[in-house]
């Protein structure tokens, strides 16, 4: 074995050992033995199909950098917390949303369009503050009010339509 493919494995496994320490025993050992598989795995495929050794190192430090997220996560979905600590976390979370969506909105009012850019398209503002006025608007035609009377025969349908709009003077 190559000194680069034994730094990398030293380096793969020192990781896993790191992240899964004080965790319960269980679970840490599943974690660990799953790693070190998926390393034996994957260093005899490689190997079989021909790749030298520097390069399956270089590739299992690549795939130990990339998966660094990964094992956080992982390791945070396992951690246990009491719940007074996760209660605490969101509501910091929740009041940091609030802060962050009123502060965006307010510097999103503060902003005017560029020079020469016509004002048009969607209008933030009233996707943020939907409580105020929309006067520009038209109003939708009127509905017909309808009524209905069933018979054991047949059904009448009576329907009132508003009267038209008065007529506009005409200009000149």
Do not use: K
């Not at 050992?29 to 190192?57: K, N």
């Amino acid at each position: 074995m190559s000194p680069p493919l034994r730094a990398a494995l030293a380096l793969v496994r020192g990781w896993t050992y790191l992240y899964t320490a004080g965790m319960a025993p269980a679970l840490r050992d599943a974690r660990r033995a799953e790693i070190e598989s998926d390393l034996w795995e994957f260093h005899e495929d490689t190997r079989r199909r021909g790749y030298p050794p520097s390069a399956i190192g270089a590739h299992m430090l690549l795939r130990l950098v990339l998966g660094t997220p990964a094992d956080l996560f992982w390791r945070a979905e396992h951690a246990r917390f009491p719940s007074r600590i996760v209660q605490d976390a969101l509501w910091v979370t929740a009041v940091a949303s609030v802060a962050f969506v009123w502060w965006l909105a307010s510097t999103l009012q503060a902003l005017e369009p560029p020079e020469g850019m016509r004002r048009g398209g969607i209008d933030v503002m009233r996707l943020v503050y939907p409580f105020q006025r929309i006067t520009n608007v038209p109003s939708p035609p009127p509905t017909p009010y309808e009524f209905a009377r069933l018979t054991t025969t047949r059904c009448l349908i009576v329907r009132l339509l508003p009267p038209p709009p008065p007529p506009q003077p005409a200009s000149r």
